[in-house]
């Protein structure tokens, strides 16, 4: 069962912590159950990034939940990239977006949904929600539902 340890970077190695928005930082590794549907959820609830106003720091938990398919993102390649958004500028429901299309790019997953549960600042949380179904398949049609649920 080898898991293609060769091919990781972050994982065994010292961390390199970077400080602006990194795509290229994430890894994947085979999914060794590709005949099964079942849920992967990742949980960062320290995540942190900068008003692109004002500079000031936002906290929210990231929520991440994907139905693999042949690629699993590797956890600390993961914990690296979400870093790396420490000092970047965009609104919430940028960085939301932007994480599920890095992820859909890097996977290629059935399917795959982003929640960003942000501290409430001045009063007011944004819980911004972004997912994705494979086209033509039953995770297009998951996709739209859980969508449209969510709104209710």
Request: proline content about 6%; some cysteine.
């Amino acid at each position: 069962m080898n898991r293609e340890k060769d091919d990781l970077h972050a994982l065994g190695h010292k961390t390199e912590y970077k400080t602006d928005y990194t795509p290229e930082v994430l890894e994947t590794f085979e999914n060794l159950h590709q005949g099964n549907d079942y849920w992967v959820e990742l949980l960062c609830p320290e995540f942190t990034t900068l008003c692109p106003i004002t500079g000031q720091p936002d906290f929210a938990e990231i929520r991440i939940q994907y139905i693999p398919d042949r690629r699993m993102v590797e956890s600390k390649s993961l914990k690296l990239y979400l870093f790396s958004f420490r000092n970047h500028g965009d609104f919430h429901e940028d960085c939301v977006n932007i994480i599920m299309k890095d992820l859909v790019r890097l996977m290629e997953p059935r399917y795959l949904e982003v929640i960003g549960l942000f501290t409430p600042r001045g009063g007011i949380a944004i819980h911004p929600y972004a997912n994705y179904g494979r086209p033509g398949t039953k995770y297009e049609r998951m996709a739209e539902e859980r969508l449209f649920r969510r709104g209710l």
